[in-house]
């Protein structure tokens, strides 16, 4: 019998393309066993992919997409959360690691 776990990949993008360079990201490993410590923020530099289509390359399937942000006229270049948000999974089988 196969033991898969889920494993959750964020990532945030510059721009809404697949293609678009990742500017911050986060992952969730459901293979980890519940005393390892999750990714946290900050502990790599580098990003795990360059891009969307990079880690579906790398078989990750995306699950969500953004919804485009609506700007208002005036307020285009106002700061907040990071509208390019990408969520992918991927089912790794225990029994392989």
Do not use: C, N
């Not at 993008?13 to 992952?27: K, P």
């Not at 293979?31 to 999750?38: F, K, N, R």
């Amino acid at each position: 019998m196969t033991r898969l776990r889920q494993q959750i990949l964020i990532l945030h993008l510059a721009v809404s393309s697949l293609e678009g360079r990742t500017v911050a990201w986060a992952f969730f490993d459901g293979t980890l066993a519940a005393d390892q410590p999750q990714m946290q923020s900050g502990d790599t530099e580098k990003p795990p992919y360059e891009s969307v289509l990079a880690a579906m390359r790398d078989g990750w399937m995306v699950i969500q997409l953004p919804t485009l942000p609506v700007y208002v006229p005036g307020h285009e270049h106002e700061s907040g959360h990071l509208p390019y948000e990408y969520v992918l999974e991927r089912k790794v089988d225990l029994d392989s690691l």
